[in-house]
């Protein structure tokens, strides 16, 4: 039986019980902003929310995250809570709000300066700031207060994601002993020696071994995380369970390759997505040549510079291919306050326009850079009307956009061109995997997108579907959930009521928002004691 949203929903009742589901991102699913006056929403670029959202939608809840929109305080509760998805909401979003400084700090400074850095083997040296750290630390001791109150009055099953939230697990472990706490690092975790520079290594490994299930995508950086501790902390690391007992707390360490819904790709591209296609066409000028896709975050680990360079080296290589194919590249700014973000872009676009000039002519220009953000509607029929789609990243846990690139090819047509080094590479074995540092080779991957025989191309892609279709995004919260819920309390049986106690009244209301108030209250009282403790280092 495969795994689709209606499974899922009966995993999350049955593994939930009564306990409420309570997700953690620092990225928001749904972004509110003002455009020409009046109030819109977006969705935001990037793999992870596109990934959970589904799940949100089978399973309800409350996702806990940053209100970055500037029109999203005005449209929520004072409590900073509105429904989601805005046109059909069935789950809650908790807006937590950061000042400018605090942004600085953790998200720009400590998440995506040391963190981000530090993960990826992509040669940018982390910064390491004090300060930055700090606020970090109190950004998450803010999360972990809008959680307190989220699950407060009840069991709960909290699960964070990523590395903006390493500290958080143990936080909330230490206010609320019974939440069950689980934690997805979407990142890939380097080696013992790459990670143990960062000058406060055991502060993130203690935080993150407050959780009861740490996952990763792949086995590799499970075992690099335990390599992690070993070196680092006293505690019992158990091999064979792969878990790590550390101060009481027993935490489990497993793989999880996260994937995607591969039924959106239908509802996004619609019953029109040729006409949009040739829309799309006229607009830039494509004719009907083939065109080659490449869409990202403007992010130096996404390997962009590298790809524009063989595009350029196949150009060189085979000059009878000018004008017979384009590339187009969405590049979705991304963490454009962080000056290598700035600088990336300004590569890109000076390399696209280099490209464009030396081998280009007035009606042909084989670079085409959209450096804006695009909705799923347009990206979806981009994937579907390309030849190929590159996915070039230096480093990647997973790369979700190679998996949605497969999603969208129900003609069982398009190749696509793979970096080894994504966690994607492992399981879409029928891509043409190319290393994005050699440029002969990644120019050959192109070349062989260009001109691989029909027949090849279905077969490849007829795997790859089925290994999508296989292990999707249901398939990850389904295996995920069962896990984790071994370790949610079973639920209390169902008492007897006769029709007298049944009826709510209006003091019964007043006593349980007194009752829920009160709950808060202690639950933020253990936490701020903890913490005292904590910080005496008892
Ligand atoms: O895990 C990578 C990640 O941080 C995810 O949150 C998301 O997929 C992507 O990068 C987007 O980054 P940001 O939220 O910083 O725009």
Redesign the pocket.
């Known amino acids: 039986m495969g795994w689709d949203k209606q499974r899922l929903e009966q995993v999350a009742r049955t593994r939930l019980g009564g306990a409420r589901l309570i997700v953690v ?3 928001e699913p749904y972004i509110h902003c003002y455009r020409n006056g009046e109030v819109e929403w977006i969705r ?8 959970l959202d589904p799940v949100m939608q089978a399973c309800g809840g409350v996702w806990v995250a940053h209100g970055s929109g500037d029109a999203d305080l005005e449209v929520c509760d004072t409590n900073g809570r509105v429904g989601v998805p805005p046109d059909d909401p069935n789950y809650v979003l908790r807006r937590v709000w950061l000042t400018r400084d605090e942004e600085e700090g953790y ?1 720009y400074g400590t ?2 300066s040391m963190l ?1 850095p530090l993960c990826h083997q992509v040669f940018c040296r982390p910064t390491f700031d004090p300060t930055h750290w700090e606020v970090y630390r109190k950004v998450n001791e803010q999360f972990a207060q809008a959680v307190l109150e989220e699950a407060a009055g009840g069991p709960a099953l909290v699960f964070v ?4 939230f390493a500290l958080l697990p143990r936080m909330l472990k230490a206010a609320r002993p019974d939440l069950v706490v689980a934690q997805f690092w ?2 890939p975790w380097p080696n013992p020696e790459k990670l143990l520079v960062c000058p406060w290594a055991k502060e993130l490994l203690e935080g993150m071994l407050g959780n009861d299930l740490l996952a990763f995508h792949t086995q590799y950086h499970c075992n690099m995380f335990l390599d992690t501790v070993d070196r680092t902390l006293e505690c019992r690391i158990d091999r064979e369970r792969f878990a790590v007992v550390c101060g009481g707390q027993d935490t489990t360490v497993r793989p999880y390759p996260i994937s995607v819904d591969p039924e959106l790709a239908k509802e996004y591209l619609g019953d029109n997505w040729e006409v949009r296609a040739a829309a799309i066409r006229k607009k830039h000028r494509l004719g009907k040549r083939p065109v080659i896709v490449g869409v990202d ?1 403007v ?1 130096y680990t996404k390997g962009i510079p590298e790809r524009l360079r063989a595009v350029d080296r196949l150009l060189q290589k085979h000059p009878e291919l000018k004008g017979q194919f384009h590339f187009i590249q969405i590049g979705a700014p ?2 454009t306050h962080i000056p290598a973000y700035r600088d990336l872009t300004d590569e890109v676009q000076e390399l696209a326009e280099k490209i464009n000039w030396e081998h280009g002519t007035d009606s042909w220009q084989p670079v085409v850079f959209l450096n804006e953000h695009y909705g799923p509607e347009d990206i979806f029929v981009l994937y579907r009307m390309a030849a190929a789609c590159v996915v070039s990243s230096l480093h990647d ?1 997973m790369n ?1 956009v190679a998996k949605e690139f497969v999603t969208t090819r129900d003609d069982e047509r398009g190749v696509l061109v793979l970096s080894k080094f994504t966690g994607a590479a492992s399981e879409l074995v029928d891509s043409v995997l190319v290393n994005p540092f050699d440029v002969d080779e990644m120019a050959e991957g192109l070349l062989l997108s260009l001109t691989m025989s029909v027949g090849e191309q279905e077969r490849r892609m007829r795997r790859m579907r089925a290994q999508v279709e296989d292990c999707n995004i249901y398939r990850w919260a389904g295996m995920l959930l069962s896990e984790v819920g071994k370790r949610v309390p079973e639920p209390e049986p169902p008492v007897e009521v006769t029709n007298q106690e049944s009826a709510t009244t209006q003091s019964d209301l007043i006593l349980e928002e007194t009752q829920q108030g009160l709950e808060r209250l202690i639950a933020r009282e253990n936490y701020l004691t903890a913490m005292r403790l904590a910080a005496a280092g008892m």
């Open positions: 991102a620092n990225r935001p670029a990037g793999g992870l929310t596109t990934a998200y998440a995506n981000w994601q990523d590395y903006h979407h990142i975050r992010d991304s963490r846990g979700l």
